[in-house]
């Protein structure tokens, strides 16, 4: 079991930044593939980054080139640095955990998640 904590979320109007921390319970964080989903109103959990053990990184079109995924392992911390925020980035973003090798790019292939946190951009 892997409990993750999410924290980092708010509002901040378009164009602004957040950054959003995931902190592990297990020290073997290292040993997990991490990823950041988002899910907004009426709308299907979507992957926007992913880490794999051993750093190689993915992201989502929409949001390639103002979001960073990396991770701390000493920390047991995975983050998203958010720039350039928009309004239809507005969503509760989940940090989520993967017993696997490589990079996940599909939900189910997650075995732990977090709680989410919020978060909105305004105009």
């Known amino acids: 079991q892997v409990d993750l904590v999410e924290s980092g979320g708010g509002l901040v109007q378009a164009g602004g930044s957040l950054a959003l921390s995931c902190v592990a319970s297990?020290?073997?964080?290292?040993?997990?593939?991490m990823g950041w989903f988002r899910q907004a109103p009426g709308k299907e959990r979507e992957l926007v980054a992913a880490i794999s053990r051993g750093g190689n990184t993915y992201y989502a079109g929409s949001v390639k080139g103002r979001f960073t995924i990396s991770r701390d392992n000493a920390k047991n911390t995975v983050f998203l640095q958010m720039n350039s925020l928009k309004p239809e980035d507005t969503a509760v973003y989940f940090c989520?955990?993967?017993?696997?090798?490589?990079?996940?790019?599909?939900?189910?292939?997650?075995?732990?998640w977090g709680q989410g946190t919020q978060v909105t951009v305004s105009l």
């Open positions: 297990r020290r073997t964080f290292r040993n997990y593939g």
């Open positions: 989520a955990a993967a017993d696997r090798n490589g990079l996940g790019y599909n939900r189910l292939e997650y075995d732990f």
